[in-house]
Nanobody, 120 residues
Framework: QVQVVESGGGSVQAGGSLRLSCVAS????????MGWYRQAPGKQREFVAR???????NYADSVKGRFTVVRYEAKNTIYLQMNSLKPEDTAVYYC??????????????WGQGTQVTVSS
């Protein structure tokens, strides 16, 4: 069993900052990719940022230069530092974890999400 837990959401004014955390735990052999996605009301879930086992990162164009994803492998943890927040960043942010479980099966788990609200 694998658990993915996000935290750190909240409400801020435009231009402010927040840091989200995601911790994966359970019967994990190796995590290969961890990433952030978000879903605004009435919209589909969209990709935000991802970091690989090797440390490579990818960002959605809409957050490049404002968001930074970092990973602490020893703790199966990633953070999303969000600066210069805009009202359009308002969404539920979800963490996704991919890799191998202890029984060598592929794992692909989502957290429950954390709300980020940016007011103008």
């Amino acid at each position: 069993q694998v658990q993915v837990v996000e935290s750190g959401g909240g409400s801020v004014q435009a231009g402010g900052s927040l840091r989200l955390s995601c911790v994966a735990s359970g019967t994990i052999f190796r995590i290969e990719n961890m990433g952030w996605y978000r879903q605004a009301p009435g919209k589909q879930r969209e990709f935000v940022a991802r970091i690989t086992l090797g440390g490579s990162t990818n960002y959605a164009d809409s957050v490049k230069g404002r968001f930074t994803v970092v990973r602490y492998e020893a703790k199966n943890t990633i953070y999303l530092q969000m600066n210069s927040l805009k009202p359009e960043d308002t969404a539920v942010y979800y963490c996704n974890t991919q890799g191998l479980a202890s029984n060598w099966s592929a794992l692909d788990y989502w957290g429950q999400g954390t709300q980020v609200t940016v007011s103008s």
